[in-house]
C-alpha cells in the first residue's frame, strides 16, 4: 500500500529519456575512446590502457566496478530489513584499503604483470596459475549474473517490461559496451556512471525528508523500529550481521576482492606510477564510504516510510529487492524524469560492474591460456580478446537468468566471495608470507579450504539457519488500508510479522544448527586461513624449507617507496626490451612478434617520459 493510498506509478515519457540518455552517454565514451585509439592495436593498451592511467578516475572506476547494482538495490532492502549495522562495512573498508595499497599493490606493480595469476607461476609453477585462474573465472562469471539480474528486477517493477527479456537486453548492451573499448573506456565510463549511482541515492533521500517532513522525523523512527543497530557486539557466530561477523569476515572479503581480485588489481596497476596506484585506492576508500552512507541513508527512508506498512507482506512487491524500486515509484511518481535517474543508477552499476568483469575474465584468459602456448602478434591477441569479451558477455546472460533463484541479491554477491574468494587469499598470502611454501601445500591447501566453503555453503542453503539468527527486525501492517475481505489473516492476526517463514526444524542434522548455521561473512576467513594451515603443514612435509624464493615475490619493507622503485622498475623494463629491440634488428624485423614489442617499447618509453615530469 503506497503513502497516499494509491497505486505506484509507471515510466513516464521523461523517465524513458533520461535512461536513454543515460545509456547513449555511457556508449559514446565508450566509442570515442575506440575510436580514438583504434590505431594502437597493442593488447596491453586494451588491457590496461597503456599504464597510463591517473589515480582519480581509477579510484572512481574501482568504487563504481564493486558498488553496483547489488548495492543500489541491495543494500537499502537490507537496512530496511537488518538495519543499519551494514555501516560497519565502513570500518572493513579502511583496513582493506591499507591491505591493499601496502602489501598487495606493491609486489603485483613491480612485478609488471597484466594477470594477477601469473604471481602465481612466478611463486609456485603453472599448475598452480591454471587453478587459480579457473576458480576466478567461476566466481566472477556468477557474481556477473547476479548484477544482470538486479537492474532487470528493478525495471521490471518500475516499468512493467519483461524481466527475462530486460535481463537479455541489459547483458546485451553490456557485452557490447565493453567489446568496444579497452580499459580506458571502462574507466572513464565509470566516472559518469559513479556520478549517476549517487545522484540515484540522494535523489530517494532528499524526497523522503520532504515527505516526512525533517531528516529528524526518519532518524526518530529509525531508531524506534531498531534500526539504527550499529553496536551489536554479540560474539556469536552464528548471528548473521553483527560487528565482529561484518568488522572480521567482512575485512577478509573485501580483501580478496580488492587485493587479489583481477577486476580491482587490472585497474590500478594500470596507473602511471606506483604513487597514483596507491592513491587510487585511498581515493577509492572515500568512495566505498560516500557510497554506503548514502545506501543506508536511502534504507532508513525506505523503512520510515513503510514502517507501519510493509509491502512485502501486503504482497504490493514479490521479492525484498523490490522495495526500493517500489519506493521510488511511490513517492517520486509526480515529478517526471526524477524515477528515470533511479533506474539509470541501477542500470550505470550494472555497466561498470559487468564491463569490469569481462574485460578482466578476458585478460585472464588470453594471459594464462593463450600467451604461454600460442606466439601471436599483439593485433591477433588484440582480436582474440574481444572475441572473447563478446564470448564471457553471453555466458553471464545466461548465469543472470539463475540469479532469480539465489534469494537476496545481496547475501547472493557476498556468500559467493567468500566460498571463492577467501580460498584464493589464502593461496596468495601462503605464498606471499611463507618462503617455505611449495606449490604441493599450496594446492592441497586451496583444494581442501574449497572443499570446506563449498560444503558449508550448500549445507547453509539446504538447511537454512535457525530464525532466531536470521530473521529480519519487526515489520509492521498496523496502519495498511486493506480489504478487510480481501486479507482477513491481517486483521484478525498480530499487526507486527516478519517476512521470512520459519524453518522446518524436523529432520535437521546436529551439523545444521552450528556449522552450516554460521554467518556467510566467515565463509572467506574460514577459506583463507584454512589454506594458510592447510598449505604450511603440506610444505613442511613435502621439503618445502629446501625452497629458494625470490624477495620480489614476499611481503617485505624493500621496494615500498612509490615513485623512485616505480621508475627504476620500468627503466629496467625499458633497458630489457631494448635489447630485445636491438637483438632483433640484428635478425631481421621480419620476426612475426617484432611489431608487438616494438609498440610496447614505446609505450614503456612514453611510461618513462611521463613520470619525469612528476
Not at 585509439?37 to 578516475?57: E, F, H, I, K, M
Not at 596507491?278 to 552512507?293: C, E, F, P, Q, R
Not at 509491502?311 to 513517492?331: C, F, K
Not at 601462503?430 to 601445500?441: E, K, T, V
Request: charged share 10%.
Amino acid at each position: 500500500m503506497t503513502i497516499s493510498g494509491a497505486p505506484v506509478g509507471q515510466f513516464s515519457v521523461w523517465d524513458y529519456v533520461v535512461f536513454v540518455v543515460m545509456l547513449l552517454i555511457s556508449a559514446s565514451i565508450g566509442v570515442y575512446h575506440a575510436i580514438k585509439d583504434r590505431g594502437q592495436q597493442s593488447n596491453s593498451q586494451y588491457l590496461l590502457g597503456g599504464r597510463q592511467l591517473r589515480a582519480v578516475p581509477v579510484a572512481m572506476s574501482l568504487t563504481a566496478s564493486f558498488m553496483s547494482a547489488v548495492t543500489v538495490i541491495g543494500t537499502p532492502a537490507e537496512v530496511y530489513r537488518y538495519g543499519a549495522i551494514f555501516l560497519i562495512f565502513c570500518f572493513s573498508y579502511a583496513v582493506v584499503t591499507i591491505v591493499s595499497a601496502e602489501i598487495f599493490l606493491p609486489i603485483f606493480y613491480n612485478l609488471n604483470i597484466t594477470s594477477t595469476y601469473e604471481y602465481l607461476s612466478m611463486r609456485f609453477n603453472k599448475s598452480a596459475r591454471y587453478i587459480g585462474t579457473t576458480f576466478y573465472i567461476i566466481q566472477t562469471v556468477l557474481y556477473t549474473g547476479i548484477v544482470i539480474y538486479a537492474p532487470a528486477l528493478a525495471l521490471n517493477q518500475v516499468t512493467g517490461l519483461d524481466l527475462w527479456g530486460v535481463l537479455v537486453a541489459t547483458g546485451l548492451v553490456c557485452t557490447f559496451y565493453c567489446t568496444l573499448g579497452g580499459l580506458k573506456a571502462v574507466v572513464w565510463t565509470d566516472v559518469f556512471q559513479m556520478g549517476i549511482m549517487i545522484a540515484g541515492f540522494l535523489a530517494v533521500i532528499i524526497r523522503g525528508v520532504v515527505v516526512q517532513g525533517s531528516f529528524e522525523r526518519i532518524w526518530n523512527i529509525s531508531y524506534h523500529g531498531g534500526r539504527l543497530n550499529f553496536w551489536d557486539f554479540d560474539p556469536d557466530p552464528l548471528r548473521r550481521h553483527t560487528v565482529w561477523t561484518i568488522a572480521v569476515g567482512g575485512s577478509f572479503m573485501w580483501t580478496a576482492i580488492y587485493g587479489i581480485n583481477q577486476s580491482q588489481v587490472q585497474r590500478y596497476i594500470a596507473c602511471i606510477n606506483k604513487c597514483e596506484a596507491k592513491l587510487s585506492l585511498y581515493l577509492n576508500m572515500v568512495g566505498l564510504w560516500l557510497t554506503a552512507i548514502c545506501a543506508v541513508f536511502t534504507g532508513l527512508t525506505l523503512y520510515s516510510i513503510y514502517h507501519q506498512c510493509d509491502p512485502l507482506t501486503e504482497g504490493e512487491v514479490r521479492a525484498p529487492d523490490q522495495l526500493l524500486p517500489y519506493l521510488v515509484m511511490d513517492i517520486l511518481k509526480d515529478y517526471p524524469g526524477v524515477p528515470g535517474i533511479f533506474v539509470a543508477a541501477a542500470y550505470s552499476g550494472t555497466l561498470s560492474t559487468v564491463s569490469s568483469s569481462i574485460n578482466a575474465l578476458a585478460a585472464v584468459t588470453v594471459e594464462d591460456f593463450i600467451k604461454p602456448h600460442i606466439t601471436l602478434s599483439e593485433k591477433k591477441l588484440s582480436w582474440i580478446t574481444k572475441g572473447l569479451s563478446l564470448m564471457y558477455g553471453i555466458i553471464c546472460i545466461g548465469m543472470g537468468a539463475l540469479s532469480s533463484l539465489m534469494g537476496s541479491i545481496l547475501q547472493a554477491a557476498l556468500t559467493i566471495f567468500g566460498i571463492v574468494g577467501g580460498p584464493l587469499l589464502g593461496f596468495f598470502l601462503l605464498g606471499m608470507i611463507f618462503p617455505c611454501a611449495n606449490s604441493i601445500g599450496a594446492i592441497s591447501g586451496l583444494a581442501g579450504s574449497i572443499l570446506l566453503t563449498l560444503w558449508i555453503g550448500i549445507g547453509g542453503h539446504v538447511y537454512p539457519p535457525l530464525p532466531e539468527h536470521t530473521r529480519p527486525l519487526p515489520l509492521s501492517v498496523a496502519g495498511c488500508f486493506f480489504n478487510n475481505t480481501e486479507r482477513p489473516e491481517l486483521v484478525t492476526g498480530s499487526p507486527w510479522t516478519t517476512i521470512d517463514p520459519v524453518t522446518e526444524l524436523n529432520n535437521r542434522p546436529a551439523i545444521a544448527d552450528t556449522l552450516y548455521s554460521i554467518s556467510y561473512l566467515y565463509l572467506s576467513p574460514i577459506g583463507t586461513l584454512t589454506v594458510l594451515i592447510l598449505g604450511l603443514i603440506v610444505s613442511l612435509l613435502t621439503g618445502g624449507m629446501k625452497n629458494k624464493v625470490d624477495q620480489k615475490l614476499l611481503i617485505t619493507l624493500r621496494g615500498r617507496c612509490c615513485c623512485n622503485s616505480a621508475k627504476a622498475s620500468v627503466k629496467s623494463e625499458i633497458e630489457n626490451t631494448k635489447e630485445t629491440m636491438d637483438g632483433l634488428a640484428d635478425t631481421g624485423k621480419d620476426n612475426p612478434t617484432f611489431s608487438g614489442q616494438e609498440l610496447n617499447y614505446s609505450e614503456k618509453q612514453n611510461h618513462i617520459q611521463s613520470m619525469t615530469h612528476l
